[in-house]
């Protein structure tokens, strides 16, 4: 099975400031790593798939990158809407499996 | 708009046994492949199930294999979990998600609540 793990779990940040989360994989799953936004009480929305291609809709400042086994997420310049909980999933091989999650709160 | 609507969740006991629907719309539901994702209260995202267009290539998490059976009706764009033998840890917000190409989820259901417990 392989293994996502993401950095950090938790982080506290004032609007506009730039959130990096980092998803590293315990093998390398070429670019088959999707990000999903989910705030409290809804379902996960997606925001990045394939390490890098942004999803219609999804507001410019969200960016990823990578390949291999280290992925990052970046949210350039955080806006309060954005106070979720961020997860990576890998899709390279069965059973597909998803990052611990990254709690984004807003100060 | 696509929209997926799960139903059939609630209370059950240990070793008992549930069936959720997920009613898909707003797309060809025949062209896609499903998944079932389960996600424990206050806890991170777990892939159940997976099956595809036709219904004749499935996948199970080891966590489920043996008790859970995935299906679907194309006729009605709907998507099945029965779910058996079930156990306290398989208490969570269960899930449907479109799966297009098979290469990652790209819209998930609002989730169904199962409560397995005496």
């Known amino acids: 099975e392989i293994v996502l793990t993401q950095f950090p779990d938790f982080q506290s940040v004032t609007p506009k400031e730039k959130v990096t989360i980092t998803c590293r994989a315990s093998?390398?799953?070429?670019?088959?790593l999707h990000w999903y936004q989910q705030k409290p009480n809804q379902s996960p929305k997606l925001l990045i798939r394939?390490?890098?291609q942004s999803m219609s809709g999804v507001p410019s400042r969200f960016s990823g990158s990578g390949s291999g086994t280290d992925f990052t997420l970046i949210i350039h310049s955080l806006e309060a809407e954005d106070a979720a909980t961020y997860y990576c999933?890998?899709?390279?091989?069965?059973?597909?499996?998803f990052g611990q999650g990254t709690k984004v709160e807003i100060k | 708009e696509v929209q997926l609507v799960e139903s059939g969740g609630g209370l059950v006991q240990p070793g008992g046994s549930v069936r959720l629907s997920c009613a898909a719309s707003?797309?060809?539901?025949?062209?896609?492949?499903m998944n079932w994702v389960r996600q424990a209260p206050g806890k991170g995202l777990e892939w159940v199930s997976y099956?595809?267009?036709?219904?004749?290539?499935?996948y199970y998490a080891d966590s489920v294999k043996g008790r859970f059976t995935i299906s679907r009706d194309n006729a009605n764009s709907s998507l099945f979990l029965q779910m058996n033998n079930l156990r306290a840890e398989d208490t969570a917000i269960y899930y449907c998600?479109?799966?297009?190409?098979?290469?990652?989820?790209?819209?998930w259901g609002q989730g169904t609540l199962v409560t397995v417990s005496s």
């Open positions: 998600a479109r799966v297009p190409f098979g290469e990652h989820i790209d819209y």
């Open positions: 394939f390490a890098s």
């Open positions: 093998q390398s799953i070429g670019s088959s």
């Open positions: 707003g797309f060809t539901f025949s062209t896609y492949e």
């Open positions: 099956i595809n267009f036709a219904g004749n290539v499935i």
């Open positions: 999933h890998q899709s390279s091989d069965l059973p597909w499996t």
